[in-house]
């Protein structure tokens, strides 16, 4: 997308990506079709698109419109979804949300959103259906749920009643335990910033930073990078497997509950882990942060006697 707005009379191949999108949304361009030519019918199809979602109606495709035809022409499959922020927003997600909900999984408003409710269902929906649990939206999930379309197809996409508790994480231990996380290479840096990102899409306010070096004032310190770093006393250490690892929040526990200094100090070694993909990097970042919150939820628990 260039960065004026295109509008008639422009001519090219963004006037054809254009286009495209408005006959993917089945908005008639009269007999020219896609031409690359901003005219007659392509304004009248642009207005018509801004008229239907309530936006300025001035026949221009600047930021706004062009986002909108953007995730209106989003189909479930195009791309990976997971919980982040900025949330991912599209016609993809309301499918997901709408079949999700059709099928008893509660996602909470039919908003085209994913957020933290939409990740929830995910993951109830993947242990239903014995998938690996990370509320991550890749292949596996979107054949599984196409395979029950014909469950979820006709059915109105009305939110359950009864929505079911966020993850641990959001428990509000996120808010309240200030947790700094110190990559020591590029590839601990990604997965650091990734983890950041997911305590803040999960729980507004949450105290998760990454940092150069440990701060002071922190309930936790997470060392993230390939090796494991050189210390003169001892830490615990979680490694990561190269693949699925669906004990990968418990071992985080673990290594949490060793760790006999005040901040919590652990370090988590990727060793050979692909963190390569956006699948791969977000399943890393769910494993850890749950297990960070559930591990700090515990340290701070009083122990009744």
Known sequence: MESRPIREGDRGPAVEDIQRRLLTLGIVLGGTGVDGVFLGATLSAVRAFQRELDLAEDGEVGPRTWSALVDATFSLGDRLLYLRRPYFHGADVRTLQGALNALGFACGEHDGIFGAFTERAVSDFQTNTGLPDDGIVGMDTV?????????????????????????????????????????????????????????????????????????????????????APRTTTAMPVVRCCDGPDPTLATRM?????????????????????????????????????????????????????
């Not at 059915?155 to 231990?173: D, F, I, N, Q, Y």
């Open 143 to 227: 054949r599984a749920i196409g395979s029950l379309r014909h469950v979820w197809a006709d059915k109105t996409p009305t939110t359950p009643s009864g929505l079911r508790a966020m993850p641990a994480r959001s428990a509000g231990v996120l808010a309240s335990s200030p947790v700094a996380i110190v990559p020591s290479d590029e590839d601990g840096r990604r997965l650091a910033e990734r983890v950041a990102n997911l305590a803040a899409a999960s729980w507004d306010g949450a105290l998760v930073t990454v940092a150069e070096t440990a701060p002071a004032g922190v309930a936790a310190i997470v060392r993230i990078g390939r090796e």
């Open 253 to 305: 526990v673990t290594a949490l509950n060793a760790a006999a200094c005040v901040p919590l100090d652990v370090a988590v070694v990727l060793g050979d882990a692909d963190v390569s993909g956006e699948h791969e990097l977000q399943h890393l970042a769910v494993g850890l942060l749950d297990g960070l919150c559930l591990g700090l939820d515990a340290a701070r628990r009083p122990v009744v006697s």
